[in-house]
């Protein structure tokens, strides 16, 4: 079946250290992107990619990094410089402007 | 960068009525897509219905129905005949090359 998988589900992080969150797509979709959310809140756009070897930052880009060597695939690290890492982050994609965004299950961080 | 307003937090309403979810936006474009999404417990995102910005006919999908306003910039979403499985937080959001959320608002049935 078609979709997008992030994982792990839950993650746990240790001061200073980095982590990376999976995003795996098989939609053959050219654009992906990385939300946080914070408890009862809306989503922010952390970074987004349109093509391959290419991304931009959104709203929130400080303390994360991401690449995108390969069409189906966007991992996101949080590094150790985002003080406030813990939060729900939501993969996804789609194919043309005029498409829905399809949304992975998530990942969420906590800091231990 | 577009801006997304949801001006409700939280709303309840009894089982098989309506209720109407306020969505205010702010964009230069002309051209453009919106949505709404729904998020239940589960943390899932749902898209619940979507309207293109160039169509003047508002959007319908089964007990949902969109009001769309262009020169005042809302996006209003109704639900008709709610059911327990409504309850959730809904996402109100704008698309050009990315795509912008609002705050959401907590929908609550009651039975």
């Known amino acids: 079946d078609g979709g997008i998988t992030q994982s792990p589900k839950y993650l746990f992080r240790k001061e200073g250290q980095n982590v990376t969150l999976s995003c795996e797509q098989n939609?053959?979709?050219?654009?992906m992107y990385w939300y946080r959310q914070d408890p009862g809140q809306g989503l922010r756009l952390i970074y987004y990619s349109q093509i391959v070897n290419d991304f931009q930052k959104g709203d929130i880009a400080e303390g994360y990094s991401v690449s995108r060597e390969k069409k189906e695939s966007f991992p996101l690290t949080v590094t150790s410089a985002q003080k406030n890492p813990t939060a729900f982050y939501l993969c996804?994609?789609?194919?043309?402007?005029?498409?829905?965004?399809?949304f992975g299950s998530g990942t969420q961080l906590s800091v231990l | 960068a577009q801006t997304v307003t949801q001006s409700q937090p939280e709303m309840s309403v009894q089982e098989a009525e309506t209720v109407t979810l306020s969505c205010t936006y702010d964009t230069s474009e002309n051209n453009y897509y919106l949505f709404w999404y729904k998020q239940p417990p589960s943390r899932q995102m749902i898209l619940v219905i979507r309207q293109e910005a160039y169509k003047q006919q508002n959007a319908t999908e089964n007990r949902f129905s969109v009001n769309f306003q262009k020169a005042a910039k809302s996006f209003s979403l109704k639900i008709s005949d709610s059911q327990l499985g409504d309850t959730a937080m809904y996402f109100c959001?704008?698309?050009?090359?990315?795509?912008?959320f609002g705050a959401g608002t907590r929908l609550t049935v009651k039975p």
């Open positions: 996804a994609s789609r194919r043309d402007r005029d498409e829905k965004l399809f």
């Open positions: 939609l053959n979709h050219d654009a």
């Open positions: 959001a704008f698309m050009r090359a990315d795509m912008r």
